[in-house]
């Protein structure tokens, strides 16, 4: 079960990185653009597959450590993308989202990937699944939205002149999106992991790096949400507040659990 979620994987992150070189190549061919989303879309599957093999071996849902949690942040970065893309013309960011999930396959093929048993803070199924599935959800609609903002930033600068990315007010319409139906999702995320650090050590917060880091990151997109509509000078701040939210995402799912000792070091993420 391992040797195939391994091959997935890897499968997976060729696939990504397939897509994001042919996303960038359509600068040169338009229909280039419609393999990079084929290749992105193959990464999905295959990324779908490894989590659902894992599942099966693991007996309870797949993200219980880095390596887990990686491969569920990569997978829910494509399909976030690929349910909002449907609807919005942002077909151009496929090469930008395939980075960003290649980065986390990468990163799950470089964390050990052996089944253990759960430590006993971690063994709530119900939380587990919920909870941390609900992080790195709304952790992939960061990715989403730092994507759209990626795309508003460069796209203002060269006066929609860039055709591999989409244009400035499709860039911030995304994201604005991405953000909005994401924001809610950390909100519960937050307010779960707290009863579940009830449970687990009888505190619901206990200044942990990886608490203080969630909550900092909270506050920064709902700076965002406050801003986002205005016209102002704070108005044309709003794609960097979504730069500095996924750095704060990024820092909470790695920083805090690696760099710094607390409640959630044993789980790196």
Do not use: C
């Amino acid at each position: 079960m391992e040797a195939l979620t391994t091959a997935l994987l890897a499968a997976a992150l060729v696939a990504l990185l397939g897509s994001s070189l042919l996303g960038a190549a359509a600068l040169l061919r338009d229909r280039l653009l419609r393999a990079a989303h084929w290749s992105l879309w193959l990464a999905g599957g295959l990324l779908l597959a490894a989590l659902t093999v894992r599942a099966a071996a693991a007996g309870r849902a797949p993200w219980s450590n880095l390596h887990e949690t990686a491969t569920a942040f990569s997978f829910m970065v494509v399909a976030s993308y690929g349910v909002l893309q449907r609807r919005m013309p942002v077909r151009q960011l496929a090469p930008v989202v395939a980075l960003i999930g290649a980065g986390l396959a990468w990163l799950a093929l470089s964390q050990p990937s052996e089944v253990l048993p759960l430590v006993p803070a971690l063994q709530a199924p119900l939380l587990l699944t919920v909870h941390v599935g609900a992080a790195i959800l709304a952790y992939a609609l960061g990715g989403v939205a730092f994507a759209g903002a990626i795309a508003e930033l460069i796209q203002r600068r060269a006066n929609d002149r860039i055709r591999v990315l989409p244009s400035a007010t499709a860039g911030r319409a995304v994201a604005h999106r991405a953000v909005l139906i994401g924001f809610p999702i950390l909100t519960a995320a937050i307010v779960l992991g707290s009863v579940w650090a009830n449970l687990a050590w009888r505190a619901y917060w206990s200044n942990d790096p990886k608490e203080l880091a969630a909550a900092a990151t909270w506050l920064v997109y709902g700076a965002y949400l406050h801003v986002a509509t205005r016209r102002d000078r704070w108005g044309a701040a709003a794609p960097w507040l979504l730069v500095m939210g996924f750095a704060g995402v990024l820092f909470t799912y790695l920083g805090a659990g690696l760099v710094f000792v607390g409640e959630h070091s044993y789980a790196g993420a």
